[in-house]
């Protein structure tokens, strides 16, 4: 069964360095996602990507985050300068079709853990 | 705005236990909702979804049944195996965003 990958699996990462994120979504779907979870809080809604832009966006989605479909496969979230406060799991999801009545099909997350 | 509540866990059962995740919402008009399940390890699974009121979605002996009048969608199964020890999450969404918005995860534990 089709799934969706994520690249690594726990980050470690010093406050103020990038951190780039990978994810392969699975292949016929054409929207993309990431979420995140705060320890012991609710997953919350980044971003959203659809033909090589954004389509939707949180609050918490400021300017030191980015996504891109760099070729045909990979789907990354980068962050340019980590704060203390982006310590979370991050998980990429994707869909066939958009918005959030479609199933949303999430990958196993990577830990991100800034120091 | 929209948002979701969901009882705080950990639940714990006994195998063959009677299984009730409450899951409650608070949104306008008539959103869908779902509920997703996180093994340890791996990625949140959907298991079953509803889109419209009264409608009860059903998935390995797990159902939820849109209630729109107490905006709920509780989560049963009328016996739990030791393989249905994972974390769940109630969701809802919306035709016109394309964010789910989760309530916190209930962790449940399944002991022999």
């Known amino acids: 069964e089709p799934e969706v990958t994520q690249t690594p699996s726990h980050q470690v990462t010093q406050m103020g360095q990038e951190v780039i994120l990978r994810c392969v979504p699975i292949?016929?779907?054409?929207?993309f996602y990431w979420y995140r979870q705060i320890l012991g809080q609710k997953v919350e809604f980044l971003v959203s990507?659809?033909?090589?832009?954004?389509?939707?966006k949180s609050e918490i989605f400021d300017d030191q985050f980015s996504v891109e479909r760099p070729d045909g496969s990979n789907f990354t979230l980068k962050i340019r300068s980590t704060k203390l406060e982006d310590s979370a799991m991050y998980f990429c999801?994707?869909?066939?079709?958009?918005?959030?009545?479609?199933?949303?099909?999430f990958g196993p997350g990577t830990r991100l853990t800034v120091l | 705005g929209d948002s979701v509540t969901q009882m705080e866990g950990p639940v714990t059962l006994s195998e063959e236990a009677f299984l009730t995740i409450n899951c409650t919402y608070t949104?306008?008009?008539?959103?869908?909702l779902f509920w997703y399940v996180q093994y340890p390890g791996e990625g949140l699974q959907l298991l079953l979804k509803?889109?419209?009121?009264?409608d009860k979605g059903s998935n390995k002996g797990f159902e939820a049944t849109y209630r729109k009048e107490t905006t709920s969608f509780h989560l049963e199964k009328g016996s739990v195996q030791v393989s249905d020890s994972a974390v769940y999450f109630c969701?809802?969404?919306?035709?016109?965003?394309?964010?789910?918005?989760f309530g916190t995860g209930t962790r449940l534990q399944v002991f022999p």
């Open positions: 999801a994707s869909s066939e079709l958009g918005r959030a009545t479609d199933t949303q099909y």
């Open positions: 292949s016929n779907h054409l929207y």
């Open positions: 990507f659809y033909n090589n832009e954004i389509s939707e």
């Open positions: 949104a306008t008009g008539y959103p869908s």
């Open positions: 509803a889109t419209k009121a009264d």
């Open positions: 969701a809802l969404g919306r035709r016109n965003t394309d964010k789910l918005i």
